[in-house]
């Protein structure tokens, strides 16, 4: 019988994730996608490629219900059918654009619980339900070059990757002591045309004072599309040194 692969996915609905969803729909495929909104479209190009796609609508500032769910459903799974289990940590804001005492306070939780809470939760669940399972697993942060390196207007948002890169240092420590321990990579894709790149080009200059920078990457036409970003992305994920190093760039792949 034939195994498949089993991926769970943030921030599917839109930009990047949305085309790795659609990418991620093959043949046999288990894929669990968890966004803030349902695509029928989605849906409906799963189907026709024999994809058992599961949708949840979630909030994914409140995280803790998320993870909970996540854990009864990996539980049904049965991983005698199953290749490889991954789990790919999309979503994201970018939150506040300008010096930190001028975010509001709900502004501050709401960016540092979807950013970094979030996947915290959800590797937390994914590696507690799926550690027995005795197959390949990975998690896929997807970080962000702003985790590397400051920049003003942007504290919430580096904040948060950065601490996504060190706790993706500290699983894998924690994974390599186990017989068969999960792989982790926590990855900056690149400058991506979606809408969080619009949001940086509309920032207001005296508060982000970096905004013209990201004007140029769009006039000099050097985002990547969703799509290929997606596919350099995904052949990250698939690469047989996975997890080395555990934090990466696209770009010097």
């Given at each position: ?129 799926t550690g027995a399972w005795g197959l390949p697993r990975r998690i896929l942060n997807i ?37 068969h321990g999960a792989r982790i990579v926590s990855l900056a894709p690149g400058v991506i ?61």
């Open positions: 019988m034939a195994r498949h692969d089993l991926t769970i996915l943030t921030g599917a609905s839109r930009g990047m994730g949305l085309a790795m969803a659609r990418q991620l729909c093959v043949q046999g495929a288990v894929l669990l996608c968890i966004s803030r909104n349902r695509s029928e479209a989605l849906q409906s190009w799963a189907d026709d490629q024999g994809t058992q796609l599961t949708q949840w609508t979630a909030d994914l500032a409140d995280a803790a219900p998320v993870a909970e769910q996540l854990r009864g459903w990996l539980q049904a799974q049965d991983p005698a059918t199953l290749g490889s289990a991954r789990l790919i940590n999309n979503a994201g804001v970018i939150g506040h654009l300008g010096p930190l005492d001028t975010a509001a306070a709900q502004d501050i939780a709401m960016a540092l619980r979807i950013d970094l809470e979030a996947p915290v939760q959800l590797a937390a669940a994914f590696l507690a339900t970080s962000s070059g702003l985790g590397r390196r400051a920049m003003a207007g942007t504290a919430l948002y580096c904040a948060a990757k950065a601490g996504m890169d060190h706790v993706s240092r500290c699983v894998a420590l924690d994974e390599a002591r186990k017989p045309d979606t809408g969080m790149q619009t949001e940086l080009r509309e920032g207001d200059p005296q508060e982000f004072p970096d905004r013209d920078n990201f004007q140029r990457l769009k006039d000099d036409a050097a985002l990547t599309s969703p799509e290929q970003a997606a596919r350099q992305v995904l052949a990250y994920l698939a690469r047989p040194d996975f997890g080395e190093p555990v934090i990466a760039d696209v770009r010097e792949a």
